[in-house]
């Protein structure tokens, strides 16, 4: 094996290369447990699970408004009709593939955001997404909102959490970003672990770009020695990919890990064609990995201040296409489950005629729930993060 020199591993390193920020850490596995048990999270601190739906999810097939008339108009064939919903009142129901949401709804513990959005939408999905994890409608911004908490509250490399080796947009600060949880990651050689051991103490002749790839390693030995205790384990064949994720954030949870913020996401909701059969089933795996990582934690006295938010870039627009899907459209519904959520109706609903150019017309932004999750979860001053002078909803309890 080559011999490493802690000066030629760091002029020559690229541990950061892959994350492309210093300070960056992807975590392996090793020491979890003595993590949790030094710092355990505190008693009754909240924990917020983001989950990110990519490609632009159809709100108005997802929170159906089946008592209207414009909705079976504009959608002949591709609309649910009402004996096949999920009544949640006399007006809106769920998709028929939601039957674990309508159980948080019963309960009262699903609060449904209506007519999500921001100021003058764009249709593209690099855009808009971007827009939603940065927090920043108005400008392109490198920081998201995320990572701007993580800059303003301290330099703990496990405060908040993404499972996955790519680290989104919103988890992204200037100086500080969330740890990359990856299971399938391989756990170093006991050899090259011993090799590499000693590359994070500082040393007075190190460069500023030196000093902050020994930063990067620091905090990646953090991590590693935070979660190493959970093992790794391939998904067995037709896995629900979400749910496997909630499934390493709920053995964080019960473990006391001091992370307030995980970062989950699924994908394949660019529903241009074939919707219906496509939505319902990508619905059917959302609400399935979901509903079931919010009842097991609420069975563990810390998986009861774990709140979940659930977005995605647009909704789409009202009136179905000529290959029985939908376009990139604007507003949506965004979803806020978990035991202390107060439960119900937040937003006004859209109308489906009183339109913009085909689309939706916002009547909540983003940014207010994200203060909102911020101030009442976290329990931070969200003012870095999001703005000053938000509007809350009164989601959480």
Known sequence: MPQFTRRRFLVGSSVLGALGLAGGSVISWD???????????????????????????DGINTVIPYADNAYHDARPELSYQPQDVLHLDGQLGLNPAMKGFAELWNKQNLAIIR???????DHSHFRSMDIWQTASPDSPVATGWIGR???????????????????????????????????????????????LAGLAATDPHDSPAQAQVCAGYHAEQTVTQTFSWLGTKPAAPGTNPLAAQLELVGRCVK???????????????????????TQQ??????????SAFLTDMSGHPRGRDVVVLAYSEFGRRVRAN?????????????????????????????????????????????RDIYSELLHR????????????????????T
């Open 31 to 57: 020491e979890l447990h003595r993590k949790a048990a030094t710092s355990p999270l505190a008693t009754g601190a909240g924990i917020l699970v983001l989950v990110t739906m990519y490609g632009g999810n």
């Open 322 to 366: 000529a290959s029985q899907g939908t376009d990139h459209g604007t507003a949506g519904p965004v979803f806020v489950a978990g035991a202390p959520v107060k439960g119900g109706w937040y937003g006004d609903e859209p109308s489906l005629t009183d339109l913009d150019n085909g689309d939706l017309k916002t009547t909540v932004d983003f």
């Open 115 to 121: 007519g999500v959005g921001y100021p003058h939408p």
């Open 149 to 195: 908490w993580l800059d303003a509250t301290g330099d703990d490399p496990v405060r908040a959490v993404n499972i996955g080796p790519v680290l989104p947009q919103l988890v992204l600060g200037e100086k500080h970003t969330a740890a990359a949880l990856d299971p399938t990651t391989t756990p170093l050689t006991p050899e090259l672990s011993t090799a």
């Open 281 to 290: 089933q990508l619905l059917g795996r959302f609400d399935q990995a979901v």
């Open 255 to 277: 473990a006391g890990v001091p992370t307030q913020v995980y970062s989950v996401s699924m994908g394949g909701f660019d529903t241009h064609a074939d919707e219906r059969r």
């Open 377 to 396: 979860v976290i329990a931070t001053d969200p003012g870095p993060a999001v703005g000053v002078a938000r509007h809350e909803l009164g989601v959480i």
